[in-house]
């Protein structure tokens, strides 16, 4: 069995306490007035030093690290097992719904053809399907509903037919038990969302945002794609693969900045920023 749902919220939890921590100590020796602007420079270099071993081993365990530097691709990580754990779920729930061997399904089918072309309405295909009709062939009607508007050739009655075969099928199909793996999936997609929200929080807090960034949280910030409700993929980095010529300029765009697509700053975490200490004097070394 895989990563549970649950414990990727706690260490997702547990990652977002630490950033949050690390600002609000941070924003507390800044305005410590009985502090000297050395003592406060030496007091926040260690903070930060601190935090960002902490944050790179969390977001590792998370969503991993890259190992083969020629691929540049992510391996490990508990958020992985999680959603993986979550699709199979919803794969096993479906198969166990779908009973019905799918050569039986097939077979059944040339005996619905016959069926088709022997009765001559709408209605008297209802009541066979209804009260004659085995499950397989049931199943193949409804998996090849078009059939019924070819041999009838549209019409209200068709299609409020062909509208009760498709919610015959999807009521047949949708168990508790897809439903309930559904819903996990769904959970599971939220907490990676989350997992990445404070990924990028840890990038812009520890400098390691740009799209050519290096380390453990920039691999991970690069390095992860989400597709749609479970689905997330392993990206490429370009930072570990690309190899630019000795003296060969690299493609302004590619030195800049990442967006962030997840997250959102608070006005405190902007000031912890690299390069954005709320006090001039005060800069991260």
């Known amino acids: 069995m895989g990563t549970s749902v649950n414990a990727v919220k706690a260490q997702v939890k547990s990652l977002e306490s630490l950033l949050t921590r690390f600002v609000r100590d941070s924003e507390a020796v800044i305005h410590d ?11 926040l270099r260690e903070l930060r030093d601190n935090m960002t071993r902490s944050a790179e081993a969390a977001v590792v365990r998370l969503w991993g690290s890259i190992q083969d530097k020629t691929s540049g691709v992510l391996e490990g990580g508990t958020a992985w097992e999680m959603l993986e ?59 090849n509903s078009r059939l019924v508007g070819e041999r009838f050739q549209g019409g209200p009655d068709v299609i409020g037919f062909v509208i009760k075969l498709e919610h015959d099928l999807k009521d047949e199909l949708e168990t508790d038990e897809v439903k309930a793996a559904r819903q996990n999936l769904v959970i599971a997609d939220t907490v990676a969302i989350l997992a990445m929200r404070q990924v990028e929080r840890a990038a812009n807090l520890t400098g390691a945002a740009g799209f050519l960034a290096g380390g453990p949280i920039a691999d991970v910030l690069n390095g992860v794609q989400r597709e749609g409700v ?56």
């Open 85 to 143: 754990d979550a699709v199979q779920r919803v794969r096993k729930a479906r198969d166990n719904a779908e009973w019905l061997e799918p050569d039986e399904v097939m077979l059944a089918k040339d005996h619905v053809l016959s069926v088709l072309g022997r009765l001559g309405s709408v209605s008297e295909l209802n009541d066979w399907y209804e009260l004659a009709a085995t499950s397989a062939e049931r199943r193949a009607l409804q998996l």
């Open 230 to 285: 479970g689905r997330w993929k392993k990206l490429a980095n370009p930072a570990v693969i690309l190899q630019p010529k000795e003296d060969e300029p690299l493609d302004e765009a590619l030195s800049e900045v990442q967006k962030g697509s997840f997250a959102t700053l608070t006005d405190a975490e902007k000031r912890m920023t690299l390069g954005h200490s709320p006090d001039a004097t005060v800069q991260w070394l």
């Open 33 to 43: 007035a009985d502090l000297s602007q050395k003592a406060k420079a030496d007091r």
